[in-house]
């Protein structure tokens, strides 16, 4: 086993694995056929540019793809070795990669926290959008609370988002992680943007995280009731 881990940690090996499922995502958004709703989303987004696009662990995979080429953005990915793979990935879909992740103990200072906080705000000062997981690793569909105070000190709207598609494979690991099919219905959902106020105090900070959490799990319901809806109606 501790060799397959050494292997599995060697550069190449991850590079092809990121190449892999950079083409492989290319391949279902190519077959498949994605709506996005609000139908007007991308126009409600454009006016407050650079912003920062929320969704959650394992559901985030096909994200690189939904997102129109005009729109310079990073994402936030894991230090953990898994998230070299994914770094690769992302920036072969044309997605800049900040290293480092959030802590359910809500220390900054572990996993390259300060230092990819200082990036992201240096990235929407730059007119960089920002694509970032709200829950943290281990504590799934909880929205943490790096999001929200990253929203509280660059001033820029969170826009929550979702993506399902009808083909999928849905994994037993702590997020859940789905894997998206090729020859699927697909869709987007996106809602109304979350602000947070700079001066915006604990108790305000608290309420922002909640209705970011309840417009993510709205939005992912939403998502998935179009793509198997529409498939038992057509069916």
Avoid: C
Avoid at 206 to 228: G, I, K, Q, S
């Amino acid at each position: 086993m501790a060799l397959w881990k050494r292997i599995g940690r060697a550069s190449w090996v991850q590079t092809a694995l990121g190449v892999t499922a950079a083409e492989y995502l290319r391949l279902v958004w190519y077959t498949s056929r994605f709506v996005v709703e609000p139908a007007d989303f991308y126009d409600r987004v454009e006016p407050e540019l650079p912003v920062i696009f929320a969704f959650w662990h394992g559901q985030h995979f096909m994200i690189p793809l939904l997102k129109p080429k005009a729109y310079p953005a990073k994402a936030l990915i894991s230090r953990h070795r898994d998230g070299e793979m994914n770094a690769i990935a992302t920036e072969r879909l044309g997605i800049g990669a900040i290293r480092g992740s959030g802590d359910h103990t809500r220390r900054f200072d572990r996993k390259g926290g300060v230092s990819a906080f200082l990036k992201m705000l240096t990235a929407l000062e730059n007119d960089w959008s920002m694509g970032l997981t709200a829950d943290i690793p281990k504590v799934s569909r909880v929205v943490g609370i790096g999001i929200v105070k990253l929203a509280q000190a660059s001033g820029r709207p969170i826009f929550p988002v979702a993506i399902a598609t009808s083909g999928r494979i849905t994994l037993g690991n702590w997020d859940r992680s789905v894997i998206n099919l090729p020859f699927s219905r697909g869709a987007l959902v996106g809602d109304e943007p979350v602000r947070v106020a700079p001066d915006a105090d604990a108790d305000a900070l608290e309420r922002a995280r909640r209705e970011l959490e309840d417009r993510l799990n709205a939005a992912t319901a939403r998502a998935y009731t179009l793509v198997d809806t529409q498939g038992r109606r057509h069916g």
